[in-house]
T-cell receptor, first 111, second 118 residues
Framework: TQLLEQSPQFLSIQEGENLTVYCNSS?????LQWYRQEPGEGPVLLVT?????EVKKLKRLTFQFGDARKDSSLHITAAQPGDTGLYLC???????????FGAGTTVTVRA | GAGVSQSPSNKVTEKGKDVELRCDPI?????LYWYRQSLGQGLEFLIY????????KSGLPSDRFSAERTGGSVSTLTIQRTQQEDSAVYLC????????????????FGSGTQLSVL
């Protein structure tokens, strides 16, 4: 059983549409990070959220950390083919030393 | 170097052989992590180094797996008597400081070693 559950597992949309990826857990996290990974490469950090209820925007990407710090979401507005990739959420619990990763959401944006 | 470097990028080996995977972290990064990523799965934590010491090795799947880090820099992950279930991408990451002290630490990942055990 994964500490962080991501949904959906796969998402295929048309260019210009919006999408949301969810990351849920029964555990409380000190912070939560989102990464994007492209084939043959390692994950690249997109954002870190640390405060319950926090919302961060990165161009067309909006990240939200749940009030109870147990869940997070990633929303992409007007998706583009360049947004295609594997999106991973990862959390660190209080006094922990490692990031625990979700299984990831594979996003495909069709031109 | 500018980023985390891993070698080899691909390794094909026969069942029962030993393999060594190498990771060169970003210069000055004190923390180093090894993760394993199987097809369709997320990243599975293996081991973490704080300097040259590994506070917790419990993430290693079996006693066939071992890792070391020397000089606070290069790390080697060794898998003895490889099995087909060891086939995966092995990812190394480094960070300037320790996650336990600052949750804003950023992990920088290498491109990984694709290990295939035939």
């Amino acid at each position: 059983t994964q500490l962080l559950e991501q949904s959906p597992q796969f998402l295929s949309i048309q260019e210009g549409e919006n999408l949301t990826v969810y990351c849920n857990s029964s555990s409380v996290f000190s912070s939560l990070q989102w990464y994007r990974q492209e084939p043959g490469e390692g994950p690249v950090l997109l954002v870190t959220v640390v405060t319950g209820g926090e919302v961060k925007k990165l161009k067309r990407l909006t990240f939200q950390f749940g009030d109870a710090r147990k869940d997070s979401s990633l929303h992409i507005t007007a998706a583009q083919p360049g947004d295609t990739g594997l999106y991973l959420c990862a959390g660190i619990r209080s006094n922990d030393y490692k990031l625990s990763f979700g299984a990831g959401t594979t996003v495909t944006v069709r031109a | 170097g500018a980023g985390v470097s891993q070698s080899p990028s691909n390794k094909v080996t026969e069942k029962g052989k030993d393999v060594e995977l190498r990771c060169d972290p970003i210069s000055g990064h004190t923390a180093l992590y090894w993760y394993r990523q199987s097809l369709g799965q997320g990243l599975e934590f293996l081991i973490y180094f704080q300097g040259n010491s590994a506070p917790d090795k419990s993430g290693l799947p079996s006693d066939r797996f071992s890792a070391e880090r020397t000089g606070g820099s290069v790390s080697t992950l060794t898998i003895q008597r490889t099995q087909q279930e060891d086939s995966a991408v092995y990812l190394c990451a480094s960070s300037l400081g320790f996650l336990v002290k600052s949750t804003n630490e950023k992990l920088f990942f290498g491109s990984g070693t694709q290990l295939s055990v035939l």
